[in-house]
């Protein structure tokens, strides 16, 4: 059985950075690609970056190219997302996903986590 679990998120002001990590037990993290979706009160849960098992990365492009960079450490099973200029719009539930390959369909991956409240104040 595979676990994630999120943590990272918090109070922000507009124009702040944050990092969100997600720690992964069970089986081998190198194998898995992973993803980072958020979702807001009262809209669908939306892809936000995701990375392959060999590190090639992708990016929401409305929403976070360019502000928003995730990492994967496969030593410490665990992937990053950093993120910068924060706006109040990025206000959510972010959560970390493992599947086979990186795609914006939620039902194809695998494992979620609890997922960690991010609030960006403006």
């Known amino acids: 059985q595979v676990q994630l679990v999120e943590s990272g998120g918090g109070l922000v002001q507009a124009g702040g950075s944050l990092r969100l990590s997600c720690a992964r037990s069970?089986?081998?993290?190198?194998?898995?690609?992973m993803g980072w979706f958020r979702q807001a009160p009262g809209k669908e849960r939306e892809f936000v970056a995701g990375?392959?098992?060999?590190?090639?990365?992708?990016y929401n492009t409305y929403s976070a190219k360019g502000r928003f960079t995730i990492s994967r450490d496969d030593a410490t099973n665990t992937v990053y997302l950093q993120m910068n200029r924060l706006k109040p719009e990025d206000t959510a539930v972010y959560y970390c996903?493992?599947?086979?390959?990186?795609?914006?369909?939620?039902?194809?991956?695998?494992?979620w986590g609890q997922g960690t409240q991010v609030t960006v104040s403006s």
């Open positions: 990375i392959s098992w060999n590190g090639v990365s992708s």
């Open positions: 069970g089986r081998t993290f190198s194998r898995y690609a």
């Open positions: 996903a493992a599947g086979s390959v990186v795609t914006v369909v939620v039902t194809s991956y695998d494992y």
